[in-house]
Structures are given as structure tokens and as C-alpha cells.
């Protein structure tokens, strides 16, 4: 067999083996059922709370009801990007930085080498077995969230709904490889592996959690009177700074189109399907860029990497 296919083989193996991941992938897919009846109830409720005041209105004698409140399907699931964006890069993290730096450590690396694999190969396996990992984690979540929202939320969503699910998971995918790639990338350019890891947390929760924050305080703040009640709101506008800061942080851009695929954001479950094809391959398209660069350096130092030649 081809000794690319049996390095990702055997990191995937490894991968069901690792405890901590196989916790984070409970964890992942117990949260799915939390969210999806969470939401399902409350959907529900606000269905129930309409009905009963139509019948009210209809009992007064009202001529006129108000309209229906907008239920989108897939809202019941708009918790998944933030999983994604939280649990799965921590996975990519955990993934990314076991892929090479434990192996370095015991010194079986060299070992390895030693043998007709070349680095390339090796490097090539590594990525293919993480990706598969991650993948298979995804399709899971994917499978189970559609169980459930049948099951719980008794809907069947339609092909369309099937199909904007898919692609946040494919855009989950590059979002949680990025991680991956830039976690085995320094654990190729440092020895100790608690520096390892402690930079890749500290990278996630800087792309994460800092840029976004930093964005906020760039907004700009416009006050908006409420007709009927009379009460002043204060509500954050993007800015051209807000908007270029949030670009460089990935989660972001998960994010928002997270709030598209999933019919969150305003007008989204609207949208044309050229539209949002257009808006999910520019930010698959901006994912990948990060995880290309992360993954050609990762291939250009391990290539030179002259501790690993044996004496």
C-alpha cells in the first residue's frame, strides 16, 4: 500500500485513540442535541403564544391578526457555527499539534525516516489522516443535527435547507484544518511541545476572541427611537476600520456566513441561491488562503529540517 494512505490511516486510528479528542467529539455532538431541542421547544413556543393570541383577538371579535412570526428551519441550528467555531478549532489544535510532536519527542521520527518514506510523504499522510479526522467528526455532526431536527423538531427540511447545512459543514472543514495546519506548522518550527501548544491556544484566542473585540470598539454607534414606546436604542454600525479588523480574524468570517447558511441574518433565508453560492465560496475562498500558506511552510521547513537526519 502506498505509504501516504497508511500514515493518514494510522493517524486516524490514533486520532479515536486520542481520549482528550474523543471527549471533545461527545462533547460536540452532546451540545448538537442540547441546541437543537433548546431551539425546537422554543420555536414551538412561540407558535403556541401566537396561536393562543389569535384566538383571543378572534374571540374579541378583532377583524384583523397579526402576522404569523417568521419561522426558518434551519435557526434551530444556528448554534452549530459557534461550535464549529469554538469546539472545532480546539479539535484542529488538539489534531494539528499531535500529528508530529509526539513522535519527535519519543524519537521514533528519525526511525520513521529511516525507512522508504520520504518527508514529503510522511507530511502529506499526516495532513490526509487529520483532514479525514476532522471530516469524519463533521459528518457526524451533520448527520446527527438532521436526526434531530427531524426527530425533535419534527421537520423535514427541504434539498435547499439539506444542501445550506452541507456547505457550512465544508466551510467548517477549512476553517478547522486552518488550525490544524498552523498547530503542526509550529510544532515543527518549536521543540517543546507545551510551547506548542500554549501559542496555538493563544493564536485561536487571538483570531477568536481579541481581533472581534478590537472591531467592536471601531464601531460606530447611531441612536434609533423606538415609534410606539418612545425609548431611545443604541445600536453598533460597522465602520470601514470595524470591517478591515474583522477581516483577518477567520472565526469572523465563519461567522457570517454561518448567519447566511443558517438563516440567521436578516433577509438570508431570501437569498438567491447564486447569491449565497457567491458569498460561501468568497469565504471558503478567504479560509483557504491562511490554510495554504500554514500548510506550503509546514512542507518547506519539515524538508529542512536537519535534526531529524540521523547521525
Known sequence: MNPTLVIARKEIRAAFRNRLFLIITVLFLGLSVLSVYVG???????????????AVLMAEGATAVPAAPEIHTLTILSNLTQYIAIVGAIVGVILGYNALIEEREAGTMRLILTRPVYRD???????????????????????????????????????????????????????????FTVSMLLSIRLKDSATVFLVSLVLWMLVSFVIPQMAQTQMANSTVINSISGMTNTIPQETAASRATNFLSPTWHLQQIGAELLEVAPGSAALEGTTLMGDSAGALFILLIPCVIAGAMSYILFLRDETLVLE
Request: aromatic share 8%; no cysteine.
Open 40 to 54: 425546537s421547544v422554543t420555536k414551538r413556543a412561540e407558535m403556541r403564544i401566537y396561536d393562543e393570541r389569535v
Open 121 to 179: 510523504r510522511l507530511l502529506t499522510g499526516k495532513l490526509l489522516g487529520g483532514g479525514a479526522g476532522i471530516a469524519i467528526l463533521l459528518g457526524l455532526a451533520f448527520a446527527f443535527n438532521l436526526l434531530l431536527l427531524i426527530t425533535f423538531g419534527g421537520i423535514m427540511p427541504t434539498g435547499l435547507e439539506v444542501l445550506r447545512l452541507l456547505i457550512l459543514i465544508v466551510i467548517g472543514l477549512v476553517y478547522m484544518m486552518l488550525f
